[in-house]
């Protein structure tokens, strides 16, 4: 990349060097030849500011010696009557260094900036995750610390039934606790890079029907209607990985959509792409949100208490574009939305002998 | 007529889990052995010779794994691994290492009390020597190399007969995909997950009424593969 780019940088010295000197000889005739200097400045200038030094310098010494060449009398000759002209020498060559200082100064503040807004973002998403965390993890501390003090302190007192329930929401707000922590984490070493893909050939039926086995309870309250297609190829992808970006899709539905409605799976092949869809049917998302929907603790829809960190959406992302796909969220005209990814297709293995 | 107390080994050292793991065991009639740190627990699986073994892989001074390969030395106990979310390696690792099943922390207890049914009942499985094996309405005849379905016969190329043999012979447990790629195709097929692939869609077109969504043919993702069998009707 960086090697073929320096290379069209020389070529670009040689052409814009022999464009001024067609665009000379055209205008000899008419204009005076400190003029004709001035075109091949401004190619200088041109080069300097689209590649690094090299091409640059290599532009203005080009064009010194075509201009020496071609237009400086004695022409046809690379000598040099008139002592003058060596200053229009000195000028092109100082002309070409100081612009592509400048250009360079220029793209070193630029990249300060952007380092700069990037800190900004992650102190933004600092504290987002410290409100998340806050609201998140303590509802089901308090839920735990009050359902099993009470079981410890006047169990006897209650009845079987009481206790149950009391023991049962311990349970499972322990478990929404644990997914919370999880998830926080996941996100963590998702962006620290500290996660390496373990890419074997997968069945994308099998992630379906694991991730579905393994949210069944999750997805008890919504009619989940599968498509996929008997004949898929594989994929080679990080298994584990994928079916926690499909899980993140179906959780997401459930948990932003009301009782009864539809979720709905497909995967499909479209050229050489494997694009998992889920798509929704309860009340669609503002249109501000669907740019917006993947990125850390957005919520997509203003429920508070539907809760989950907000992270669920940005670890699929993360998860995906490792894999090099794309996740993106879009309205669906009859309301509702369609969560998607797309996953890179290789060659297929040699089959089995 | 009382049988025995089954035994159980539970090599684990928090305290905490262990209180809750011996109370949850006792109440379904296990008599527990508890020990607190792996050169223990693969001592004390000598000396008292489990029915089973439940092994933490986040012990304190051996490594879990190692604890599975001293007791794989001289016993074919069933091993059922706990092991924390941030341990898919070492998992995979214990299986291969011949553990038979795993829990992720943190586990509801009936998850982990229907592994260790599940392990204790393939236990006496193998004792009985029963080759016969029912999922719904299909059932497979090993000794005679029979598959029907719904009354009606199916027919199983080699390899697919050889791969349900490999997941009926752990039936109810996880099979990691190089144990299976090695029973089925030998030592050098270890990395060739996608024959695995090929052959569960198959045997699944076969066996199962919902290909996509199998009841006894279940994947476990990244890991390998379990047949799930209904519980037994008592007999």
Redesign the interface.
Same mark, same amino acid.
């Given at each position: 990349m960086r090697a073929g780019f320096a290379w069209q940088g020389y070529a670009w010295s040689a052409a814009a060097t022999v464009a001024c000197t067609l665009a000379g000889l055209a205008m000899r005739s008419r204009f005076d030849i400190v003029n004709i200097a001035m075109v091949y400045v401004l190619a200088v200038v041109v080069v300097a500011l689209r590649f690094p030094r090299g091409p640059a310098f290599t532009t203005a010494m080009l064009s010194v010696l075509a201009f020496d060449y071609a237009f400086v009398p004695p022409s046809g000759t690379f000598t040099v009557d008139d002592v003058q002209y060596l200053l229009t020498f000195a000028i092109m060559l100082a002309v070409a260094l100081v612009v592509s200082r400048l250009v360079e100064s220029v793209k070193t503040r630029a990249a300060a900036q952007a380092a700069l807004e990037l800190e900004a973002e992650t102190e933004r998403i600092r504290s987002a995750l410290l409100a998340s965390i806050s609201h998140d993890l303590r509802t089901p501390l308090a839920v735990m610390a009050g359902a099993s003090s009470s079981l410890a302190e006047s169990g006897e007192q209650l009845s079987a039934d009481e206790r149950r329930a009391l023991a049962n929401s311990v349970f499972q707000q322990a478990r929404r606790m644990s997914d919370h922590v999880a998830k926080i984490l996941q996100m963590t070493r998702l962006e620290n890079g500290a996660i390496v893909l373990e890419r074997d050939w997968s069945s994308m039926a099998e992630i379906v029907g694991s991730v579905l086995a393994r949210l069944r309870e999750r997805l008890s309250l919504h009619r989940v209607i599968v498509e996929v297609p008997s004949e898929l190829p594989l994929v080679r992808i990080d298994a584990s990985l994928v079916e926690q970006a499909l899980g993140n899709l179906l959780e997401n539905a459930a948990s932003h959509t009301p009782a009864g409605t539809v979720v709905r799976l497909r995967v499909e092949r479209r050229g050489d792409e494997l694009v998992v869809i889920v798509e929704d049917y309860g009340g669609a998302i503002a249109d501000v949100d669907v740019a917006r929907v993947f990125d850390k603790f957005e919520h997509g829809r203003a429920e508070g208490s539907a809760g989950g960190v907000g992270l669920g959406l940005a670890i699929c992302r993360a998860i995906v574009r490792l894999h090099d796909g794309r996740a993106s969220a879009q309205r669906m005209p009859g309301g509702g939305t369609a969560f998607s990814f797309t996953l890179p297709l290789e060659p297929a293995p040699p089959p089995p002998a | 007529m009382s049988a025995p107390r089954l035994a159980i080994l539970l090599v684990e050292d928090e305290p905490e889990i262990r209180r809750f793991l011996r109370a949850s065991l006792g109440v379904e009639g296990y008599r527990v052995v508890e020990s607190s740190t792996g050169r223990r627990g693969a001592i004390d699986a000598g000396t008292h010779k489990p029915d089973l073994a439940i092994v933490d892989l986040g012990l304190p001074d051996i490594d879990g794994i190692n604890v599975i390969r001293r007791i794989r030395e001289w016993s074919s106990m069933p091993i059922i691994v706990l092991s924390a #979310?941030?341990q898919?390696r070492s998992k995979i690792e214990a299986l291969d290492a011949g553990a038979n099943d795993y829990v992720t922390k943190?586990f509801?207890m009936g998850e982990l009390l229907a592994r260790v049914r599940a392990a204790l009942r393939h236990a006496v499985r193998i004792d009985a020597g029963s080759a016969v094996l029912r999922m719904d309405d299909v059932e497979v005849d090993f000794d005679a190399r029979t598959v029907q379905r719904d009354g009606q016969p199916v027919h199983l190329t080699p390899?697919e007969f050889r791969l349900l043999a490999a997941l009926a012979k752990s039936a109810g447990m996880v099979v990691t995909?190089r144990r299976l790629l090695a029973e089925v195709?030998g030592p050098t097929h270890e990395r060739?997950?996608?024959?695995l #692939?090929?052959?569960?869609?198959q045997l699944r077109?076969k066996l199962e009424a919902d290909?996509?969504?199998?009841r006894f043919l279940?994947?476990?993702?990244?890991v390998g593969y379990r047949l799930l069998l209904p519980p037994p009707a008592a007999a």
């Open positions: - | #979310r941030a898919e943190p509801a390899i995909h195709w060739d997950t996608h024959y #692939r090929i052959y569960m869609k077109e290909p996509v969504q199998p279940l994947t476990e993702t990244g």
